[in-house]
């Protein structure tokens, strides 16, 4: 996304123009930037050669998927939607891991016969579960077990998975006991140890905590795993003036890790692949003064997008023709949904805007049109592809009426 001649530009595709071709409000995505992005994960950890599996849950479009397969990337799923979705995206099941706390009997048997790389177990009920269905279809299944490292990853609360007050992983005595109970089972092989200790993570020294915490473990435990799986968590740059993760220490920390034990490291990054890949294009419906500000009323809301509405996160708004006309002036950028709490903006000044004027709401790649609703009977937005001078619709229309 760049500025040419104060017109806002999607690759070669200039979203004025867009706006005029496709319905408002619209998720656009570029290709390049997917394509940035998964090389930039790849450079960041050359040399350890990970097995980066794509976190579907931050987004399952069927075409992103494919995309992100065609570089190579796995899948982390964490449903047998999920799975099948991803298998469906031609991901090999060879490269997909499945996590969750809440795994179904049915999720699990359907894991087992689609072959899958592991499925990453969260209790000593679900691995006994797997051992179960496992004994059933006379196989040996290849298992996770996923570590809770009592760490705080210092993120949105509402986001954080990686203390023990979290329903996530399992505690280190807890998880001595399964690997004693389980480590000769006949159906079961335990393969891989994983932890994911949050999300949107910008400081490295959570890692570097987690990182010290599974190396005290597989210590502990003397046990040898052929994989570690690192989860994802990754952060993004949501506001420019914000500071961005040290992959540099990260990796250096991992290189440590991997020096000490031979094993094979699992990524699992979502919004560090798609997060800043998209734009919400909306259209403003009306501009409604009130109060020394500006209400300024989209036809975009939280049913489209809910992360300021959920967590209180802050997306940048940007015009997709900026102008030197500024306005100082509070604006409250709002939703038509009625709730208060659908709002995604509060600026303290900004350029003039018009009534049918379009915006773009930025970085809403990850956990964006995967949390949409129909909420207040709103249809949801489709997506849109560019790549270089063409785009694409990436996603089936809603119609109302269908709905009805
Ligand atoms: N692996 C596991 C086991 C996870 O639970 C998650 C995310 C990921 C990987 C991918 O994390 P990422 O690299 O995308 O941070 N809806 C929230 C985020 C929820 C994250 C859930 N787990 C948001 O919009 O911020």
Same mark, same amino acid.
């Not at 809440?102 to 790389?117: D, H, Q, S, V, Y």
């Not at 399964?178 to 949050?198: D, E, M, Q, T, Y």
């Not at 003036?241 to 220490?249: A, D, E, G, P, T």
């Not at 020096?259 to 403003?284: Q, Y």
């Given at each position: 996304?760049?500025?040419?001649?104060?017109?806002l530009?999607?690759?070669?595709?200039?979203s004025i123009?867009l706006s005029k071709?496709?319905?408002t409000?619209?998720?656009?995505?570029?290709?390049?930037?997917?394509?940035?992005?998964?090389?930039?994960?790849?450079?960041?950890?050359?040399?350890?050669?990970?097995?980066?599996?794509?976190?579907?849950?931050?987004?399952?479009?069927?075409?992103?998927?494919?995309?992100?397969?065609?570089?190579?990337?796995?899948?982390?799923?964490?449903?047998?939607?999920?799975?099948?979705?991803?298998? $469906?995206?031609?991901?090999?099941?060879?490269?997909?891991?499945?996590?969750?706390?809440?795994?179904?009997?049915?999720?699990?048997?359907?894991?087992?016969?689609?072959?899958?790389?592991?499925?990453?177990?969260?209790?000593?009920?679900?691995?006994?579960?797997?051992?179960?269905?496992?004994?059933?279809?006379?196989?040996?299944?290849?298992?996770?077990?996923?570590?809770?490292?009592?760490?705080?990853?210092?993120?949105?609360?509402?986001?954080?998975?990686?203390?023990?007050?979290?329903?996530?992983?399992?505690?280190?005595?807890?998880?001595?006991?399964?690997?004693?109970?389980?480590?000769?089972?006949?159906? #079961?092989?335990? $393969?891989? #140890?994983?932890?994911?200790?949050?999300?949107?993570?910008?400081?490295?020294?959570?890692?570097?905590?987690?990182?010290?915490?599974?190396?005290?473990?597989?210590?502990?435990?003397?046990?040898?795993?052929?994989?570690?799986? #690192?989860?994802?968590?990754?952060?993004?740059?949501?506001?420019?003036?914000?500071?961005?993760?040290?992959? $540099?220490?990260?990796?250096?920390?991992?290189?440590?890790?991997?020096? $000490?034990?031979?094993?094979?490291?699992?990524?699992?990054?979502?919004?560090?692949?798609?997060?800043?890949?998209?734009?919400?294009i909306t259209k403003i419906?009306?501009?409604?003064?009130?109060?020394?500000?500006?209400?300024?009323?989209?036809?975009?809301?939280?049913?489209?997008?809910?992360?300021?509405?959920?967590?209180?996160?802050?997306?940048?708004?940007?015009p997709l023709k900026?102008?030197?006309?500024?306005?100082?002036?509070?604006?409250?950028?709002?939703?038509?949904?009625?709730?208060?709490?659908?709002?995604?903006?509060?600026?303290?000044?900004?350029?003039?805007?018009?009534?049918n004027e379009i915006l773009a709401?930025?970085?809403?790649?990850?956990?964006?049109?995967?949390?949409?609703?129909?909420?207040? #009977?709103?249809?949801?937005?489709?997506?849109?592809?560019?790549?270089?001078?063409?785009?694409?619709?990436?996603?089936?229309?809603?119609?109302?009426?269908?709905?009805?």
């Amino acid at each position: 996304m760049l500025y040419k001649k104060n017109n806002l530009y999607i690759e070669k595709v200039s979203s004025i123009s867009l706006s005029k071709k496709v319905k408002t409000p619209f998720y656009c995505y570029s290709y390049k930037k997917i394509e940035d992005n998964i090389n930039r994960f790849k450079s960041n950890f050359k040399s350890i050669k990970p097995l980066i599996c794509f976190s579907v849950k931050s987004n399952n479009n069927l075409h992103i998927l494919k995309i992100i397969r065609s570089f190579g990337l796995g899948a982390d799923v964490v449903s047998k939607g999920e799975l099948l979705r991803a298998i $469906k995206a031609g991901i090999n099941p060879n490269k997909i891991v499945f996590s969750g706390v809440g795994k179904t009997p049915e999720e699990i048997n359907f894991a087992i016969k689609k072959k899958i790389l592991l499925i990453n177990a969260e209790s000593h009920s679900e691995v006994e579960t797997i051992e179960n269905i496992a004994k059933k279809n006379k196989k040996k299944i290849n298992i996770g077990l996923r570590l809770n490292p009592n760490i705080d990853a210092q993120t949105l609360k509402k986001i954080s998975t990686g203390r023990n007050e979290d329903k996530f992983g399992i505690n280190e005595k807890e998880l001595l006991k399964i690997l004693k109970a389980f480590h000769n089972s006949k159906h #079961l092989k335990i $393969k891989c #140890l994983s932890v994911h200790i949050g999300s949107q993570i910008l400081d490295h020294k959570p890692y570097s905590k987690m990182i010290k915490v599974i190396n005290n473990f597989i210590n502990k435990s003397k046990y040898k795993f052929e994989y570690i799986d #690192l989860g994802g968590g990754m952060g993004i740059n949501y506001n420019l003036n914000k500071k961005v993760l040290n992959y $540099k220490k990260y990796y250096s920390e991992i290189k440590k890790f991997l020096k $000490k034990h031979r094993v094979k490291i699992i990524f699992e990054p979502g919004r560090s692949i798609i997060g800043d890949a998209a734009l919400l294009i909306t259209k403003i419906i009306y501009i409604k003064p009130a109060n020394n500000k500006n209400f300024i009323i989209l036809d975009a809301a939280m049913n489209d997008f809910m992360r300021p509405a959920l967590y209180g996160a802050s997306h940048n708004i940007v015009p997709l023709k900026k102008n030197r006309n500024i306005l100082n002036k509070v604006h409250d950028f709002v939703g038509p949904v009625c709730e208060s709490t659908d709002k995604f903006l509060t600026l303290k000044k900004y350029q003039k805007l018009k009534k049918n004027e379009i915006l773009a709401i930025c970085d809403v790649g990850a956990y964006g049109i995967v949390l949409a609703s129909n909420y207040n #009977l709103r249809t949801k937005p489709i997506e849109v592809l560019v790549n270089s001078s063409k785009f694409k619709i990436i996603s089936k229309r809603e119609y109302i009426n269908k709905i009805i």
